[in-house]
């Protein structure tokens, strides 16, 4: 929660970013961490909402943002001539370790199918996964999602956690994913690690995670 109340507090967040939810009482009662989402106030946002899963023993959340992109003209044309769409991203945490495994399928269905509701261009989920187990190995596809990363599970180029972990109990692993509905109207580009070896102190890192990054394009038909 400290951590929370420095994002909110930092002068670069609030002048340029628009933070979901805006405070910890949003989060699961009794909660002492949850998602945070911040968009850039250059994109208009239309909705968002935050599903908790009934199924999770550790408060879990997805937080759901609706945002308006426009659909790239011609060079000729004005600049909304093709229309604007709406693109849903949703931040998640899917219940952690091997007691968790029987819910994470039923909680990434349920991000999926709200990825996919009627007015929507798509939508992307990024976020831990918490993929440990051979269970979490088709759960994307069994959603009917599409995963970003273009190689393979046991590619170490892909990994995101287990390296800055004092916890040896899990071997290194792509923990965090960035997935998508069909990719029609919009394109993802395959994630790329960040915040590799970044810490504040000898030994203390910033996170126990990699992050990623990723750029999405809204295409024409043509």
């Known amino acids: 929660?400290?951590?929370?109340?420095?994002?909110?507090?930092?002068?670069?967040?609030?002048?340029?970013?628009?933070?979901?939810?805006?405070?910890?009482?949003?989060?699961?009662?009794?909660?002492?961490?949850?998602?945070?989402?911040?968009?850039?106030?250059?994109?208009?946002?239309?909705n968002a909402f935050t599903i908790m899963f009934s199924n999770s023993a550790m408060n879990r959340t997805a937080i759901f943002v609706d945002i308006k992109l426009c659909i790239p003209a011609l060079e000729d044309e004005p600049r909304l001539s093709r229309g604007i769409v709406t693109l849903r991203i949703a931040n998640t945490h899917l219940e952690s370790l091997p007691a968790g495994a029987p819910a994470r399928p039923r909680q990434m269905k349920l991000v999926a199918d709200a990825l996919r509701e009627q007015g929507l261009i798509g939508g992307i989920v990024a976020g831990d996964m918490n993929a440990i187990g051979p269970s979490d190995g088709g759960i994307v596809e069994d959603a009917g999602l599409y995963d970003a990363w273009q190689g393979d599970d046991?590619?170490?180029?892909?990994?995101?956690?287990?390296?800055?972990?004092?916890?040896?109990?899990?071997?290194?692993?792509?923990?965090?994913?960035?997935?998508?509905?069909?990719?029609?109207?919009?394109?993802?580009?395959?994630?790329?690690?960040?915040?590799?070896?970044?810490?504040?102190?000898?030994?203390?890192?910033?996170?126990?995670?990699f992050g990623l990054v990723t750029r999405v394009h809204i295409v024409r038909d043509d």
Request: cysteine-free; hydrophobic content about 35%.
């Open 154 to 209: 046991d590619d170490e180029e892909g990994f995101t956690w287990g390296y800055q972990s004092p916890n040896n109990r899990f071997r290194p692993g792509r923990l965090d994913k960035v997935l998508s509905t069909r990719p029609e109207g919009f394109i993802v580009e395959e994630p790329e690690r960040i915040g590799i070896g970044e810490a504040i102190r000898q030994d203390t890192w910033v996170s126990d995670h």
């Open 1 to 46: 929660m400290s951590v929370f109340t420095l994002i909110l507090n930092a002068e670069w967040v609030r002048r340029y970013f628009i933070v979901i939810p805006t405070g910890t009482d949003r989060w699961p009662e009794h909660s002492s961490y949850g998602n945070v989402t911040l968009v850039s106030r250059t994109i208009p946002v239309v």
